[in-house]
């Protein structure tokens, strides 16, 4: 596969790519770099290092589900 880079260097990849890495709207890419090339790899939370941040949050507060988080629509028009 071929991705054309515009004049202000982004890309787009074909959906079959972001599908098969299980990229998501949101989601962020890792590059990393080798002495053949770069590859590709998207970037997960590692939800065991969020764990002992629980005991800092005040008792009322309630669960975030990031799952459902991840699934609901967004004005594409916000950008990182």
Known sequence: MVVKVTSKRQVT?????????GVRPGDQIELIER?????LRPRRIDMTRLAPLRSRLPPECEPFDLESFRRQTYDRTLRD
Do not use: E, Q
């Open 13 to 21: 990849f074909p959906a079959k790519v972001l599908d098969a890495l």
């Open 35 to 39: 002495s053949d090339g770069f590859v």
